[in-house]
């Protein structure tokens, strides 16, 4: 069993490095789909020993290329800023969920950290494809392929954020298996600043406009607070709610 990496990017020269040595130390092969970035993004990820290719376009659309020049038997959908750990491993399923570290520093690592604490605990009801948190990276290449092409064209030029989660979508449609979790499977780095993830959010609601009218709608409209918590933990989980939700509300609806 073969598995490739897919990691797009664009400007990504100060985190890059990690997860493609990373994976090299894993996976078969690590495909860097870069959007043509103007620092050192793609000298690095060369030298650490990825396949870089360079397209225009979208985060899905790099992601579905990264897809097509794979070889392997599973393509992983990684970002520049996740490293695998040794938990990585174990694959029964065709769907994969990677349950996911939170590192870091500062209040924001500590507050998705906590999000994620309380989602990876109630992993079952998260998994579900609208309402639930964990999305899954791994997939096999095949059935990733037949859900690409069911996804509209003008989303796969547009759509920056959230593409994760239809791709989810387009892949439930086809398949009728098991998705497996593999907790802690993943780091994922969380360093930005305060403002920086609240600017991030933002873009987040203005990229999600792009989902209106269409059958995707309801991933928007569903997925709110973790499904599955206590109230105890609702209330832990208003926090990291609110400080995602209302940049994210502001500029899917301004």
Same mark, same amino acid.
């Given at each position: 069993m073969?598995?490739?990496?897919?990691?797009?990017?664009?400007?990504?020269?100060?985190?890059?490095?990690i997860?493609?040595?990373?994976?090299?130390?894993?996976?078969d092969e690590?495909?860097?789909?870069?959007?043509f970035?103007?620092?050192?993004?793609?000298k690095i990820?060369?030298?650490?020993?990825?396949?870089?290719?360079?397209v225009?376009g979208?985060?899905l659309?790099?992601?579905?290329?990264?897809a097509?020049?794979?070889?392997?038997?599973?393509?992983?959908?990684? @970002?520049?800023?996740?490293?695998f750990?040794?938990?990585f491993?174990g694959?029964?399923?065709?769907?994969?969920?990677?349950?996911?570290?939170?590192?870091g520093?500062?209040?924001?690592k500590?507050?998705?950290?906590l999000?994620?604490?309380?989602?990876h605990?109630?992993w079952?009801d998260?998994?579900?494809?609208?309402?639930g948190?964990?999305?899954p990276?791994?997939y096999d290449?095949?059935?990733?392929?037949?859900?690409?092409?069911?996804i509209?064209?003008?989303?796969?030029?547009?759509?920056?954020?959230?593409?994760?989660?239809?791709?989810?979508?387009?892949?439930?449609k086809?398949?009728k298996?098991?998705?497996?979790l593999?907790?802690?499977?993943?780091?994922?780095?969380?360093d @930005?600043?305060?403002?920086s993830?609240?600017?991030?959010?933002?873009?987040?609601?203005?990229?999600?406009?792009?989902l209106?009218?269409?059958?995707?709608?309801?991933?928007?409209?569903?997925?709110?607070m973790?499904?599955?918590?206590?109230?105890?933990?609702?209330?832990?989980a208003?926090?990291?709610?609110?400080?995602?939700?209302i940049?994210f509300?502001?500029?899917?609806?301004?």
């Amino acid at each position: 069993m073969k598995v490739s990496v897919v990691i797009p990017t664009l400007n990504n020269e100060n985190t890059i490095a990690i997860p493609v040595s990373s994976a090299l130390g894993i996976a078969d092969e690590v495909i860097v789909v870069d959007s043509f970035s103007t620092d050192n993004t793609v000298k690095i990820a060369e030298k650490e020993g990825a396949k870089v290719i360079q397209v225009r376009g979208s985060r899905l659309i790099a992601r579905i290329e990264g897809a097509k020049s794979a070889s392997g038997d599973y393509v992983v959908n990684l @970002d520049s800023d996740m490293y695998f750990s040794e938990n990585f491993k174990g694959f029964e399923e065709n769907v994969i969920a990677l349950g996911e570290i939170t590192v870091g520093r500062g209040i924001i690592k500590k507050i998705i950290s906590l999000d994620r604490e309380m989602m990876h605990k109630q992993w079952k009801d998260n998994l579900h494809v609208t309402r639930g948190g964990i999305i899954p990276r791994m997939y096999d290449r095949q059935l990733l392929l037949k859900a690409y092409e069911n996804i509209p064209s003008n989303l796969r030029e547009n759509l920056n954020a959230f593409e994760d989660s239809i791709i989810y979508y387009e892949v439930l449609k086809i398949y009728k298996g098991n998705v497996q979790l593999i907790l802690n499977a993943v780091y994922h780095i969380e360093d @930005d600043p305060f403002f920086s993830f609240i600017k991030k959010w933002y873009r987040y609601g203005r990229n999600a406009k792009l989902l209106k009218g269409t059958e995707y709608e309801k991933i928007i409209y569903q997925r709110k607070m973790r499904p599955g918590l206590t109230t105890k933990e609702k209330v832990k989980a208003i926090i990291p709610t609110l400080i995602k939700g209302i940049p994210f509300l502001f500029g899917y609806y301004l």
